[in-house]
């Protein structure tokens, strides 16, 4: 049994935002299930980027302004959002407290993962 904590597990810190690897490749071996959390403060941003791997996020707090191509939406707490495989995709903080949500997609395996979550 594996069981993680975000306070305990390897992190990405970027400009006004942060993110753990909860559970992926380098932790448990697999390429079938990637989790992670990241928190963004306010003003911040994750940047548009895109991946083969499809993904979903679900919004824990804060609400965010989520582009998918050429998409965009206001999400909230609750929300759970699906990103089709290469899609371009990124949310910034739309609100005065942290937006904080997960995601999950498959793995994107062990040498992409230490280079995204260094620590």
């Not at 559970?23 to 994750?46: D, M, W």
Request: aromatic share 6%.
């Amino acid at each position: 049994m594996l069981i993680t904590k975000e306070t305990l597990v390897r992190k990405g810190d970027y400009p006004k935002m942060w993110t753990a690897l909860l559970l992926g490749e380098l932790n448990t071996g697999t390429r079938e299930i990637s989790i992670q959390i990241t928190h963004v403060e306010c003003g911040g941003e994750q940047s548009l980027h895109s991946h083969p791997e499809s993904q979903c996020y679900y919004i824990i707090a804060g609400k965010g302004n989520m582009t998918i191509d050429q998409e965009q939406r206001l999400v909230s707490a609750g929300d759970a959002i699906f990103i089709p495989s290469n899609a371009m995709h990124g949310i910034q903080n739309a609100s005065s407290e942290e937006l904080t949500y997960l995601t999950a997609n498959q793995a994107f395996g062990a040498q992409r993962e230490s280079a995204i979550w260094a620590q």
